[in-house]
């Protein structure tokens, strides 16, 4: 079974922070991972990876991909307030055309 | 990307009730997806809302508690029926935009419903 987990589960940093978030997958046909954004309901797109080794960026995030090691990262440099929410990841397999999440990491950025 | 209108944006029901959600897409698309978020966990895919037929279930969800309609290429609907506190989540529909191999998925504001 398709399974993708996140760490850590929760953090709460200081403005200004740099933190790094943890997602590692295991699936039987690999396609795509996706960042995503989740501050009250719906989830925004970050990013989309799917070659190893290539940093994706936006501005104070970015986010690289480990096709060998099944695993991903999203870092966020210079930490505002305004970051505070859920981070999703979540893999899209290759025949299924639907995306597996992770539980999420709920980060808090205190001023 | 897509935009999407989902409806309503909350309700609190009645035990026993069913409420029906709306999805509107601004263009047209071939898959659409609803999911279901418990509080304090993450995105649960209900099913995939195909167009023309049924949908497509996933394991621990069934067409008489979920039942879908697709009745064109930009509009869903997912309906909770005998509705329970158990049912308390966000739901949210989604859709998938090929982009060459891969997907870009885009969601709905999502629908935050209340049991009581």
């Known amino acids: 079974e398709d399974k993708v987990v996140q760490s850590p589960l929760s953090l709460v940093v200081h403005e200004g922070d740099t933190v790094t978030l943890n997602c590692s997958y295991e699936v039987t046909n690999f396609r795509s991972l996706l960042w995503y954004k989740q501050e009250k309901k719906a989830p925004t797109f970050l990013f989309m990876l799917?070659?190893?080794?290539i940093e994706k960026k936006s501005g104070r995030l970015s986010s690289i991909l480990d096709k060998k090691e099944l695993f991903s990262i999203l870092n966020i440099t210079a930490t505002q307030t305004g970051d505070s929410a859920i981070y999703l990841c979540?893999?899209?397999?290759?025949?299924?055309?639907?995306?597996?999440f992770g539980a999420g990491t709920i980060l808090r950025v205190k001023s | 990307s897509a935009v999407i209108s989902q409806k309503p944006s909350r309700d609190i029901c009645q035990r026993g009730t069913s409420l029906t959600i709306q999805c509107q897409v601004d263009?047209?698309?071939?898959?659409m997806f609803w999911y279901r978020q418990q509080p304090g966990q993450s995105l649960t895919l209900i099913a995939t809302a195909n167009q023309g037929s049924e949908a497509t279930y996933e394991s621990g969800f069934v067409i008489d508690k979920f039942p879908i309609s697709r009745p064109n290429l930009t509009f869903s609907t997912l309906t909770v029926s005998n509705m329970s506190p158990e049912d308390s989540s966000i739901y949210l529909c989604?859709?998938?935009?090929?982009?060459?191999?891969?997907?870009?998925?885009?969601f709905g504001s999502g629908t935050r419903l209340t049991v009581v």
């Open positions: 263009s047209q698309v071939t898959m």
């Open positions: 989604s859709v998938r935009r090929p982009t060459g191999r891969t997907g870009r998925y885009t």
């Open positions: 799917t070659s190893s080794g």
């Open positions: 979540a893999v899209e397999e290759e025949y299924g055309n639907k995306l597996v």
